[in-house]
């Protein structure tokens, strides 16, 4: 009898925990410190990572046999499937912000501008991962060429994708931005970027999870501080749910 | 007369023994809210996609290797569906539960407790000796009446696998899970075989580690639940009775 009251007592002083795990998350002071964990994991990460160090590419008998799509497969304005129908040929993906020179890229424009290809693996915040070979412009190229102003320390990718009515975006810092492997891929697994997965165009920053990825870009504003754009916190899921802005973790 | 009677002897008055240094009672507990933390999180976030693969990929159209029902909420952080917290939950202690061990393990080192109590001998490892201590574990005497307060052989080989094997490997794989640690390390993430085959070490790590706390719930019972708490609380425990 004892002991069994002794292990209702050790269950129970568990459950209380996982139980009073919620109530801490509800509470004001202890959501401040549950959120707190991205400002440690952040800076411990780069200073591991550094500037420059790459995400592993893999070879092309270790890719995915099907890539699976996921967030919205298709944006379902009008506007962009006028834009699909005329083959994007309309589409105009803007440059603007904290630029001296502001750009509007065709996608013809943006196909001339060297390309690089990598098969990289694109992890989501879910647990899945799928590896597939990416193909598009450095963003570093497109931002030297719109000419960043010193204040320019954030880049928001604007989505034509819409969650109700809230446009998705996505955003990264100059690190990211300027990272070797981070680049604006139009093309996807030999082809044209499909739409389920983005077209025309999606970013790619490969030491990020899947979430950070935007897909169907139509603007990139270069900006001082997150602060006022969207919710503030850099993102549609940083906004309307807690993720982390830096997804590296 | 009366002087002639025997006088009954008084009773022993029960011998306790300092057995737990107050740096090991204070990394139990951290590391025992830690380890629940991780686990009631984990399963919330194996929740928003449960299931494994090996490999570097493993998504929907690719072939798991084990497939689950999702978790219940009584045994996940948050209790309701929530992966964006489940996260911000693990990631957290993730810190506590690392670091939390590596001072642990450093701390021990120099304390002796390592050296001292945790150190396997020759003796310890004999089948003769293996099989002793097995029945005696049957018969739930767990303490060698000469040295009441050293671990048994299998107290310390769990512990050893605990504090050197499994909760290191939760760690190592975890940071595996991270594609800004595998920019960094690249050659681990190679060592466990790829992301998914990772995130499977991690789980199978996971699950080793709550066998190891129900096994260590339930002779902390059997020994004596109080007397056992209470040493990990103050560091004093009673010699059981049949020992003394």
Same mark, same amino acid.
């Given at each position: 009898?004892?002991?069994?009251?002794?292990?209702?007592?050790?269950?129970?002083?568990?459950?209380?925990?996982?139980?009073?795990?919620?109530?801490?998350?509800?509470?004001?002071?202890?959501?401040?410190?549950?959120?707190?964990?991205?400002?440690?994991?952040?800076?411990?990460? =780069?200073?591991?990572?550094?500037?420059?160090?790459?995400?592993?590419?893999?070879?092309?008998?270790?890719?995915?046999?099907?890539?699976?799509?996921?967030?919205?497969?298709?944006?379902?304005?009008?506007?962009?499937?006028?834009?699909?129908?005329?083959?994007?040929?309309?589409? =105009?993906?803007?440059?603007?912000?904290?630029?001296?020179?502001?750009?509007?890229?065709?996608?013809?424009?943006?196909?001339?501008?060297?390309?690089?290809?990598?098969?990289?693996?694109?992890?989501?915040?879910?647990?899945?991962?799928?590896?597939?070979?990416?193909?598009?412009?450095?963003?570093?190229?497109?931002?030297?060429?719109?000419?960043? =102003?010193?204040?320019?320390?954030?880049?928001?990718?604007?989505?034509?994708? =819409?969650?109700?009515?809230?446009?998705?975006?996505?955003?990264?810092?100059?690190?990211?931005?300027?990272?070797?492997?981070?680049?604006?891929?139009?093309?996807?697994?030999?082809?044209?970027?499909?739409?389920?997965?983005?077209?025309?165009?999606?970013?790619?920053?490969?030491?990020?999870?899947?979430?950070?990825?935007?897909?169907?870009?139509?603007?990139?504003?270069?900006?001082?501080?997150?602060?006022?754009?969207?919710?503030?916190?850099?993102?549609?899921?940083?906004?309307?749910?807690?993720?982390?802005?830096?997804?590296?973790? | 007369?009366? %002087?002639?009677?025997?006088?009954?002897?008084?009773?022993?008055?029960?011998?306790?023994? /300092?057995?737990?240094?107050?740096? *090991?009672?204070?990394?139990?507990?951290?590391?025992?809210?830690?380890?629940?933390?991780?686990?009631?999180?984990?399963?919330?976030?194996?929740?928003?996609? #449960?299931?494994? /693969?090996?490999?570097? /990929?493993?998504?929907?159209?690719? !072939?798991?290797?084990?497939?689950?029902?999702?978790?219940?909420?009584?045994?996940?952080?948050?209790?309701?569906?929530?992966?964006?917290?489940?996260?911000?939950?693990?990631?957290?202690?993730?810190?506590?539960?690392?670091?939390?061990?590596?001072?642990?393990?450093?701390?021990?080192?120099?304390?002796? !407790?390592?050296?001292?109590?945790?150190?396997?001998?020759?003796?310890?490892?004999? #089948?003769?000796?293996?099989?002793?201590?097995?029945?005696? !574990?049957?018969?739930?005497?767990?303490? %060698?009446?000469?040295?009441?307060?050293?671990?048994?052989?299998?107290?310390?080989?769990? /512990?050893?696998?605990?504090? $050197?094997?499994?909760?290191?490997?939760?760690? $190592?794989?975890?940071?595996?899970?991270?594609?800004?640690?595998?920019?960094?390390? #690249?050659?681990?993430?190679?060592?466990?075989?790829?992301?998914?085959?990772?995130?499977?070490?991690?789980?199978?790590?996971?699950?080793?580690? *709550?066998?190891?706390?129900?096994? !260590?719930?339930?002779?902390?019972?059997?020994?004596?639940?109080?007397?056992?708490?209470?040493?990990?609380?103050?560091?004093?425990?009673?010699? #059981?009775?049949? %020992?003394?």
């Amino acid at each position: 009898m004892t002991i069994f009251t002794r292990r209702t007592l050790l269950v129970g002083a568990s459950a209380g925990l996982l139980a009073g795990c919620d109530s801490v998350a509800n509470n004001p002071l202890g959501r401040k410190l549950l959120l707190s964990d991205e400002k440690l994991h952040q800076p411990l990460q =780069r200073l591991l990572i550094g500037r420059t160090a790459r995400a592993p590419e893999y070879r092309r008998d270790q890719m995915s046999p099907f890539f699976r799509t996921n967030g919205t497969r298709k944006p379902d304005t009008p506007a962009y499937q006028a834009l699909l129908d005329g083959q994007f040929a309309d589409w =105009r993906l803007r440059i603007d912000g904290l630029v001296e020179r502001p750009l509007a890229l065709t996608l013809a424009q943006l196909r001339a501008v060297p390309a690089q290809t990598q098969i990289t693996r694109h992890d989501c915040v879910e647990g899945w991962s799928a590896v597939g070979e990416w193909h598009g412009p450095r963003l570093a190229l497109l931002l030297d060429a719109a000419r960043l =102003r010193p204040q320019a320390k954030y880049f928001v990718f604007h989505c034509m994708d =819409r969650f109700a009515d809230t446009p998705y975006y996505e955003s990264i810092d100059l690190v990211d931005a300027l990272h070797p492997q981070t680049i604006l891929a139009w093309g996807m697994n030999g082809k044209a970027l499909s739409v389920g997965h983005g077209a025309p165009v999606r970013l790619r920053v490969e030491r990020q999870l899947g979430y950070k990825q935007a897909k169907f870009i139509e603007r990139i504003e270069a900006v001082a501080s997150l602060d006022g754009i969207g919710g503030g916190r850099g993102g549609y899921w940083e906004d309307v749910a807690d993720y982390e802005w830096y997804a590296g973790i | 007369m009366a %002087d002639a009677e025997p006088r009954p002897e008084p009773p022993a008055p029960p011998r306790t023994i /300092y057995r737990h240094r107050v740096a *090991t009672r204070l990394w139990h507990w951290i590391n025992a809210v830690a380890i629940l933390i991780m686990l009631g999180s984990g399963l919330m976030i194996f929740n928003a996609h #449960p299931r494994l /693969y090996w490999g570097i /990929y493993g998504a929907n159209f690719d !072939h798991p290797w084990l497939q689950l029902p999702r978790w219940p909420g009584w045994a996940t952080i948050p209790a309701h569906y929530n992966l964006a917290l489940a996260r911000r939950w693990h990631l957290l202690f993730a810190l506590v539960l690392a670091f939390g061990l590596l001072l642990h393990m450093v701390v021990s080192l120099i304390n002796g !407790h390592i050296g001292k109590d945790l150190r396997l001998r020759r003796a310890e490892l004999a #089948p003769r000796h293996l099989w002793a201590d097995f029945k005696a !574990h049957l018969a739930l005497r767990f303490h %060698d009446p000469a040295r009441p307060g050293a671990y048994n052989i299998f107290q310390k080989l769990s /512990y050893i696998v605990v504090i $050197f094997g499994l909760i290191p490997l939760a760690i $190592f794989t975890g940071l595996c899970l991270s594609p800004g640690f595998n920019a960094f390390a #690249p050659w681990l993430l190679e060592l466990f075989g790829g992301r998914q085959s990772a995130r499977s070490i991690h789980f199978i790590a996971a699950a080793a580690l *709550t066998l190891f706390i129900v096994v !260590h719930l339930t002779l902390v019972i059997l020994a004596g639940a109080i007397n056992e708490i209470r040493s990990m609380v103050t560091g004093w425990w009673r010699v #059981p009775e049949e %020992d003394a």
